[in-house]
Antibody, heavy 117, light 111 residues
């Protein structure tokens, strides 16, 4: 069974940093691209970033480019999202997801990020 | 890049059927899309992929009551024999090499 477990969310001040983790199990981790998706309170889903299985290619939404960095450690079956220069509009539930043949196939349960002074 | 348009809300009676629509923008009408369900307070759950031909492929454990179809730029999700647990948000998703987008979501109310 595929399992994705996010952690690392919490309260951070504007301008601060946070690193999210997504621990994976139940599949051959390095064979799959992974993404981060966020959802602000009461809003829809918003794609944040993607990374290929090897980690050789990364992609970002314009809203986070230059501030967020996606990475993965295939030896630890873990995906990361380093978030710097956080703003109020970055506040959201952050989900990691495993891609199938393009689509977001399996989702984690999410971790909340609150940006407030 | 693709843009997906969904109605913000829909409602239907218990035991009836409902058809939700996701519309692709011009120049992207051949895209495959995915449907996801998000029950209140829960993470999204993958339901199915729908191709422009109308072929659809469901995820593991998705009930037979859920089906997909397509017409031109529109991709549909049909839920038959509506149950109370189908009351949820439904999001469509499209992707290409370096980006992905979600529709704004449709909140389905089961009356």
């Amino acid at each position: 069974e595929v399992q994705l477990l996010e952690s690392g969310g919490g309260l951070v001040q504007p301008g601060g940093s946070l690193r999210l983790s997504c621990a994976a199990s139940g599949f051959t981790f390095s064979n799959y691209a992974l993404i981060w998706v966020r959802q602000a309170p009461g809003k829809g889903l918003d794609w944040v970033s993607a990374i290929t299985g090897s980690g050789s290619a990364t992609y970002y939404a314009d809203s986070v480019k230059g501030r967020f960095t996606i990475s993965r450690d295939n030896s630890k079956n873990t995906l990361y999202l380093q978030m710097n220069s956080l703003r109020a509009d970055d506040a959201a539930e952050y989900y990691c997801a495993r891609l199938g043949d393009g689509e977001s196939r399996d989702w984690g349960q999410g971790t909340p990020v609150i940006v407030s002074s | 890049q693709p843009v997906l348009t969904q109605s913000s809300s829909a409602s239907a009676s218990l035991g009836s059927s409902v058809k939700l629509t996701c519309t692709l923008n011009s120049g992207h009408t051949n895209y495959i899309i995915a449907w996801h369900q998000q029950q209140p307070g829960k993470a999204p759950r993958y339901l199915m992929k729908v191709e422009g031909s109308g072929t659809y492929n469901k995820g593991s454990g998705v009930p037979d009551r859920f089906s997909g179809s397509s017409s031109g730029a529109d991709r549909y999700l049909t839920i038959s024999d509506l149950q109370s647990e189908d009351e949820a948000g439904y999001y469509c998703e499209a992707w290409n090499m370096n980006t992905r987008v979600f529709g704004g979501g449709t909140k389905l109310t089961v009356l």
